[in-house]
């Protein structure tokens, strides 16, 4: 259980703007910063939280040792995050997806201060144990909150998402993304991005493409081998039968279950957390279907947004996600340019024939 | 009573080199009363056992001359295990493995044979074996009881309790934890990253990530770097332990 100084804890998000240099081995407790509790609360129990399970590479910026790797080797690799060992990483692209979850976390434990139905930032990654000073003290620069981690030293993590009920794993090789879904992990792979729209620092946002995300690719199958007709004609015909799952419905289940939790409190305008649905599909015809789907398996979305097949960028840009999940590089990429974090989830149908785009050069063995 | 056998098939080992592994020879060989079967059953210390003799095989392809190896030690003390002496000489013979020298005693005096061969790790499946070995300054360690199936040398080390502070002196045992760990990482420092034929892992249970990193640094102070490490923080451990497949786990609050 968790103590609040009342008055003076923010339940709002973080301050990015006053990350301070501190050594290493201070304590990382804050009595000065007014935003922070002054005891650390205790990291809750897997099978009770919701378990984000998430890559070195995509929480912080290691471009740089990424190249070195790459390029001159494992133990040149090594050699130099050793001796950098100090200087703190720059955020990644998952990092303002991690603060946010941590903001709901605050809020969470100011409603509910015995409960354990929290998000659990998990670091996974292949790394070797001799990163890990580096890694830890970066994480202590940039005060997240993560506990828990596993530095594989180059084996797989995948048993070690199951052994912490991960919920979501985030990472930036699609071969360990792949690995994760077939057992049955939701999971997307991340990727650098130049541009970062600033997101709101109040409400954690999720937005889902539909078909082959939260819904299984059967639709999508149709449409591929017969058309846009008959996918239309098909969707109608079967409008009452709700679609299999997809990857990522669990996770749209258990942000729903944390939800539940705020309106509990009677916050359901103001939400701290918000999921959208951004699909190609129409509003008029197959996005019936889609929505008594969720309504079948009791799930809510906040907003569907049913772009008819138009480009989803101006719709993200309105939305601001702080990340946005699709099965297709096209849509990826396409977000990715107006500055939303967007991730590929590699699944279904649209896996075998990729749409035009830059495919991503990760090599699958470098360490994450 | 104490009494040792050399193995005349292996090579003796530099004694003031070698990292001497003591290990309970009904860990090793399950032999039953059953006489008719000469061939024992082979028991959960098996798998080490043979990790530790390749680690040894490939410590001598890096350098001929090596001094610094494993040497393997089995200690009978019960009395059974005593009358099938000679089946379990001729089972290391008949499985290859390098056993230095055997050790005989009675369950009173099985310490003193441990002392008597400066052993530098003791590895049981019996706890109190382990406390008792502890209490006279031997760094001892429980057999990881579901047989590990890696070749690699897998050593999972407990971080939770390796920063004593130096406010008190350390125990004697805790002397014999710290040696043998250095000696451990010299050992590691004679392999690269990758394709290593033993693996030093740490885990910490409590805590968070201070608590790891704290451990990875005093590790490191003594020369000791781990491949990997694992943070769990309060989460359960078997799950993990089962994956991490280690052959022996040293956990040091045997010690205090």
């Known amino acids: 259980m968790s103590q609040n100084n009342g008055d003076t804890l923010t339940a709002r998000g973080p301050d990015l703007t006053s990350i301070s240099n501190r050594a290493p081995w201070e304590d990382a407790r804050m009595k000065l910063k007014p935003s922070t509790p002054t005891r650390k609360p205790k990291p809750p129990k897997p099978e009770n939280a919701i378990t984000i399970g998430v890559s070195a ?52 434990r100011e409603l509910y201060p015995d409960s354990e139905e929290l998000f659990d930032v998990v670091l996974m990654t292949n790394n070797h144990a001799y990163v890990g000073l580096r890694l830890i003290n970066t994480i202590n620069h940039h005060q997240l909150f993560i506990e828990r981690f596993c530095m594989t030293g180059g084996n797989s993590p995948i ?34 991005q130049e541009k970062i729209t600033e997101v709101s620092d109040t409400q954690l946002r999720v937005a889902f493409d539909g078909d082959a995300v939260l819904f299984s690719d059967e639709s999508e199958r149709i449409y591929k081998a017969h058309g846009l007709d008959k996918f239309f004609e098909h969707e109608k015909a079967h409008e009452n039968k709700p679609l299999d799952h997809g990857p990522l419905k669990c996770f749209l289940e258990a942000l729903g279950k944390l939800q539940k939790k705020f309106y509990g409190k009677g916050q359901r305008m103001d939400c701290p957390i918000r999921t959208y649905l951004v699909t190609a599909r129409s509003a008029a015809s197959s996005g019936t279907r889609a929505l008594k789907t969720l309504r079948s398996w009791g799930l809510e979305i906040d907003e569907a947004l049913f772009l008819a097949g138009a480009p989803k960028g101006p719709m993200l840009e309105k939305i601001r996600p702080h990340i946005f999940f699709d099965d297709q590089m096209f849509h990826v990429e396409g ?34 | 009573m ?30 039953g009363a059953d006489d008719g079967d000469e061939v024992c059953e082979v028991g959960v210390a098996f798998p080490l056992l043979q990790a530790l003799q390749r680690v040894n095989e490939r410590l001598l392809e890096e350098n001929p001359s090596e001094s610094l190896l494993f040497d393997v030690v089995l ?166 332990l089962s994956l991490l497949r280690p052959h022996f786990l040293l956990i040091n609050h045997l010690q205090d």
């Open chain 1, 159 to 192: 048993g070690y998402l199951k052994a912490y009920h991960t919920n979501l794993y985030l990472s930036s090789d699609p071969d360990k993304v792949r690995e994760a879904l077939e057992e049955g992990i939701a999971a997307a792979t991340m990727f650098t």
């Open chain 2, 75 to 240: 200690i009978t003390s019960d009395s059974q295990q005593q009358q099938q002496s000679s089946r379990i000489i001729s089972n290391t013979r008949h499985h290859g493995l390098e056993i230095s020298r055997f050790c005989f005693s009675s369950e009173e005096d099985f310490t003193e044979s441990l002392l008597k061969n400066n052993v530098h790790l003791f590895l049981t499946t019996d706890r109190d074996e382990a406390a008792q070995a502890s209490q006279k300054g031997v760094f001892s360690a429980l057999l990881n009881g579901k047989v590990a199936s890696s070749e690699q040398l897998r050593v999972v080390f407990c971080g939770d309790a390796v920063i004593r502070t130096d406010t008190e002196p350390p125990s004697a045992s805790q002397d014999a934890a710290q040696s043998f760990w250095a000696q451990l990482g010299e050992m590691r420092r004679r392999f690269g990253m990758l394709d290593s034929p033993l693996s030093l892992v740490l885990l910490t249970s409590r805590g968070g990530r201070e608590s790891c990193g704290t451990a990875l640094q005093t590790l490191r102070s003594r020369g000791v770097n781990m491949d990997e490490a694992y943070s769990l923080a309060g989460a359960p451990q078997s799950p993990i």
């Open chain 1, 335 to 368: 977000a990715a340019e107006i500055g939303t974090v967007a991730c590929h989830v590699p699944y279904g149908i649209s896996q075998a024939m990729p749409k035009k785009g830059i495919n991503d050069k990760e090599t699958s063995s470098a360490p994450k």
């Open chain 1, 57 to 108: 590479r995509v929480l912080f910026n290691m471009e740089k040792e990424q190249q070195i790797y790459e390029q001159q080797g494992l133990e040149d690799y090594i050699k130099y995050q050793m001796e950098h060992e100090t200087q703190p990483f720059s955020p990644g692209p998952a990092f303002s997806f991690v603060k946010a979850l941590e903001a709901v976390n605050t809020q969470l």
């Open chain 2, 2 to 31: 104490v009494s040792t056998i050399q193995n005349t098939d292996v090579k003796q080992k530099e004694a003031d080199r070698a990292v001497v592994v003591a290990v309970t020879s009904r860990a090793v060989f399950d032999c």
